[in-house]
């Protein structure tokens, strides 16, 4: 009933009010969906006048398409969903971006078997696998696999994915080559040269395939790595936030077209998803435990509630008993994560340029201008201080938007110790051993 | 005839004694027969689903599916409340607004929580009708057509016979494709998921009824057609005074057969096309991977049989009402 208290200071601030007033809005069983389900079960869409439906998608390309077809007004998405989508890989479709959703929040998960194999190549301490576990130990598993003829397969959730990226990204620092994708030759299956073969599973059939022996392992968002401990037939290796701390995951797309009509609506959204994330964050994670119980509800991520709060609380079990804290394995506001950065959006054009979704060399000015294609940080913005007027949120949780530029400052925390500066990109494809840079093509 | 014959025997071989006895014996068989086919059936769903683990758990017996059951129960009613109070905060906002934009026309939104178990029924309910209807539509004329002139029987037969197997999960792409760039509007009556799924449905279940048609038509009795010729009846009259008449039972048997294909093919449609009805709670709750969601998986699937025989039967009693032939056994 908190709503009804804050309904006089939200709703009627100004004349400003939303073009269209029921929205449905797409969402994939994660628990970074979070955003979405607090906005609406704390009334902070009706706060805004909004009142929106959510509904669960069968898998993102469903979700996408129905985005782009305005079946939905808009959608929990893949950070790279809107990028790819801009560009023309999969899909074409101006899609834009104003809301980023969280931070971290991936694993990668092996099967028993597998890691039987693995951990004898992984140094312990204290009869404990030292963490982070690198690609390294599980090279000489898919070499003997490559040897006997079998090919070594695992699973991630689409190919513009932050999972398939990271996936790669852990491979590749471990020296096993994770195949390129080739457009232009009409090959998107992305297993040209791969040592270990990646595919597309949706999230929450990800355990049941691996269970099944289709895949040896995968990367996936929560609870699906915690779900394969929890049912005892697989190990989680390492978290996203080991492979690049703090790393931008989720956004929340929508048309361009959708968004120029309704500007009003829009940024009514933005402003109720930000309260959304503050919640979540709030005191120490204070209220993850209440966030736990609304996703555990069937409508919105409904795996049990245990198996979400090993995550969503700040700790992570790795091998069954090996819990160990991650305080940031979810990241909803803390460290501006909701500002839609551009150099997020060009970490993930660098991968698709790297692994060939991007066939061709691109000058740095292109990055540049994709990225404020698909990111707006403007609406953002409007949506932040509208908030601060309300007094329902404080200037310091958000970057001072007078003299930000939506450029992180480098960053490091990668776990093969590569230092990303986003506004040289194609000098940061030149630093990894594998993968496309300067004018290769395949 | 059956039943006398039967009767007959089972007075011979075992029961030698007054008639009355035996039929009251029968009655009580009719009765008791599917009674104990289900305590085995229940027996043995329970003693498999304890030795079958999944990685969601236990296979779920009859007792959790019970529970589920009552939990989905009290779900619709948890969500009734919420519904209510939806309306009532509405009502303060659309007040408020009004006061601070004396333009605005208020409006009252329906309620935008996620469907319950019991208003998913209620979707596929009116999804299977509105595809069933659609494909009633076509099938009848079109098989009229085929059975009163043989050349277009010739000409629509390889039609049938190409598109009468092919699975729905083969139409539903091309239908949803065709849907969202066809029916393209601003303030859209229906969702494109239900007209995806609606489409689906009647695409599939349209052959059976086609079929019955045309060979009920074609086997009107000779006589008939002589008299409708006698009485020079003009094509129209003709059809409807004697084809359709005579070939209702047939007619019937087909939509029959078509209405069970449309419910089977209903939740495979509704499962892709997002369409919110049982096929959607089913891949939901899949997807879910909670320890509870097999039984409720477990309550659809019981769900789903029961009306699929209730519209079995509710067929079967229009089909008898408009049977002339009350000597035919239908079952």
Request: charged share 20%; net charge negative; proline share 6%.
């Amino acid at each position: 009933m908190s709503s009804i208290t804050l309904l006089s200071t939200a709703v009627f601030a100004d004349g400003d009010w939303p073009e269209k007033e029921e929205l449905k809005l797409g969402f994939i069983k994660l628990t970074d969906m979070a955003p979405l389900a607090i906005a609406y079960e704390k009334g902070y869409f009706e706060d805004e006048g909004l009142y929106v439906t959510l509904e669960a998608q069968a898998n993102w390309k469903v979700l996408l398409d129905r985005v782009i077809d305005g079946q939905l007004d808009g959608a929990h998405m893949l950070a790279g969903q809107p990028l790819g989508a801009t560009i023309g890989f999969g899909t074409q479709s101006h899609i834009v971006t104003a809301f980023s959703m969280d931070l971290n929040g991936n694993g990668i998960t092996v099967s028993n078997d597998i890691w039987a194999q693995m951990k004898q190549h992984i140094p312990h301490e204290n009869g404990k696998p030292v963490h982070p576990i690198k690609a390294d130990a599980l090279k000489p598993v898919v070499d003997s696999y490559i040897a006997q003829g079998k090919p070594f397969n695992m699973g991630m959730v689409f190919p513009v994915s932050t999972h398939n990226y990271e996936l790669r990204y852990w491979l590749a620092a471990g020296n096993i080559h994770p195949g390129f994708y080739a457009p232009h030759k009409g090959d998107i299956s992305g297993q040209i040269d791969a040592q270990a073969l990646l595919s597309v599973t949706p999230p929450p059939q990800m355990p049941a395939t691996m269970e099944a022996g289709t895949i040896y392992g995968y990367c996936v968002g929560e609870p699906w790595n915690q779900q394969a401990v929890f049912k005892g037939i697989g190990v989680p290796v390492i978290t996203d936030y080991e492979i690049w701390k703090d790393n931008p995951e989720k956004v929340f797309g929508v048309s361009k077209e959708w968004a120029d009509k309704n500007p009003n609506t829009h940024k009514r959204l933005v402003k109720a998803l930000i309260r959304a994330a503050m919640w979540l964050d709030a005191n120490d994670n204070a209220n993850r435990p209440e966030a736990v119980k609304i996703l555990a509800k069937p409508q919105y991520v409904g795996a049990d509630a245990d198996v979400i709060a090993n995550s969503m609380t700040g700790t992570f079990e790795y091998e069954k008993g090996d819990k160990r804290p991650v305080p940031d394995f979810n990241v909803f506001f803390r460290y501006y994560a909701t500002y839609p950065y551009y150099s997020d959006a060009i970490w993930y054009l660098t991968q698709m340029r790297r692994w060939g979704q991007i066939s061709e060399q691109k000058p740095d000015e292109w990055y540049f201008d994709v990225a404020e294609k698909v990111y707006r940080p403007d609406i953002y913005a409007q949506a932040a201080q509208d908030l601060i007027e309300e007094g329902l949120a404080s200037a310091d949780g958000f970057p001072d938007f007078a003299s930000e530029d939506g450029f992180r400052a480098p960053q490091t925390h990668f776990i093969d110790n590569i230092t990303y500066n986003g506004k040289a990109p194609n000098a940061y494809l030149e630093k990894f051993s594998i993968g496309l840079k300067g004018e290769q093509t395949l | 005839m059956s039943k006398t014959a039967s009767l007959q025997k089972v007075t011979f071989l075992k029961l030698p004694e007054p008639l009355v006895n035996s039929i009251w014996l029968l009655k009580l068989k009719g009765a008791l027969l599917p009674l104990i086919g289900l305590a085995i059936f229940m027996v043995l769903w329970n003693i498999t689903a304890k030795n079958i683990d999944t990685s969601l758990g236990q296979f779920p017996g009859p007792v959790q599916v019970y529970e589920q059951s009552i939990n989905l129960w009290n779900e619709h009613q948890a969500e009734q409340e919420k519904a209510a109070a939806f309306y009532e905060r509405q009502e303060q906002r659309n007040a408020k607004r009004m006061a601070a934009d004396p333009s605005y026309q208020p409006k009252i939104r329906p309620y935008t929580g996620a469907p319950t178990f019991f208003e998913q029924i209620w979707t596929s309910l009116y999804t299977v009708s509105v595809g069933f209807l659609i494909a009633s539509f076509i099938a009848v004329p079109v098989g009229i057509l085929g059975g009163l002139s043989k050349s277009a029987y010739a000409a629509i037969n390889p039609l049938i016979q190409l598109f009468k197997p092919v699975s729905p999960l083969a139409w539903l792409p091309l239908v949803t494709m065709v849907v969202s760039a066809v029916y393209v509007s601003d303030d859209p009556m229906f969702s494109k998921s239900f007209l995806t799924s609606a489409f689906t449905v009647a695409l599939c279940c349209l052959w059976p009824t086609l079929i019955n048609t045309a060979v009920g038509v074609s086997s009107i009795p000779e006589d008939l057609v002589n008299v409708s010729k006698v009485l020079r009846l003009s094509a129209m009259s003709h059809v409807l005074k004697i084809v359709l008449p005579s070939s209702i039972p047939m007619i019937f048997t087909g939509l029959r057969l078509s209405l069970g294909i449309g419910w089977m093919v209903l939740i495979a449609a509704e499962m892709l096309a997002q369409n919110p009805g049982l096929g959607k709670f089913v891949w939901d709750e899949f997807q879910n991977g909670s320890s509870e969601s097999l039984a409720r998986i477990m309550v659809a699937v019981l769900v789903i049989g029961a009306i699929g025989f209730f519209l079995d039967r509710l067929m079967l009693l229009v089909q008898r009402k408009v049977s002339w032939d009350k000597s035919q056994n239908l079952r």
